[in-house]
């Protein structure tokens, strides 16, 4: 691919070749259109049994005095956050 093709693709401009340049390193166009490895610490055992937990209530019981589970109702019940609650529903297309 050209570079001005690539720049307008990229939407860098005309104006920046040395971000694409920068960019593309190593990084052939296959490569930009696959999803790369992410850094961070990787998925325990221990978070895949909270995920079965979290959807193994959601579908199975109900909170006292409430018909459904929030987020921050089910977060407390667990001693996790609604954050990762709400990632987990939606994950399973609980949402």
Excluded: Y
């Excluded at 490895?37 to 006292?64: C, D, F, M, S």
């Excluded at 409430?66 to 529903?89: E, F, K, M, P, Y």
């Amino acid at each position: 691919m050209q570079q001005s093709r690539l720049n307008t693709w990229l939407s860098f401009g005309s104006a920046s070749p040395s971000k694409v340049a920068q960019f593309s390193v190593g990084v052939n166009i296959d490569g930009l259109m696959e999803d790369a490895t992410r850094p961070g610490r990787p998925r325990t055992a221990r978070a895949a049994l909270n995920v079965q937990e979290i959807v193994r209530i959601t579908l199975e019981e109900t909170p006292k005095g409430a018909t459904h589970w929030s987020t921050c109702t089910l977060a407390a019940h667990l001693g996790t956050n609604a954050t990762a609650v709400a990632r987990i529903w939606r994950a399973h297309g609980l949402t």
